[in-house]
């Protein structure tokens, strides 16, 4: 299967509680930071280990934070990158 903006968003909107206050902009400004995190980090093929899962989501969250913060049009939530982050990863993950 191959990678669809908008599936991705349904299911990080289907995820989080409150993600439908989020207009697809929003959401696809965190999938963009999130595929930006991959290129920075020299894995735009993403291999997230099971056991490493949750570090690498903190890792990408924080990243995430970082930015959002910077962006005056930013409405996510700070509660709210992590889980969305997860959310996209497991759609990602959904795809293999």
């Not at 299967?1 to 989080?16: L, Q, S």
């Not at 690498?56 to 005056?72: S, V």
Request: hydrophobic share 40%; charged share 35%; aromatic share 8%.
């Amino acid at each position: 299967m191959e990678y669809n903006e908008d599936d991705a968003i349904r299911r990080m909107r289907g995820a989080v509680a409150g993600a439908e206050a989020y207009d697809d902009d929003q959401l696809l400004n965190l999938i963009d930071i999130i595929f930006d995190y991959y290129d920075e980090n020299g894995d735009l093929e993403i291999d997230i280990d099971s056991d490493d899962s949750d570090d690498d989501i903190a890792a990408i969250a924080a990243y995430a934070t970082r930015l959002l913060a910077k962006d005056a049009g930013n409405e996510i939530s700070p509660e709210h990158i992590a889980p969305l982050i997860e959310a996209e990863i497991d759609y990602e993950l959904s795809l293999i």
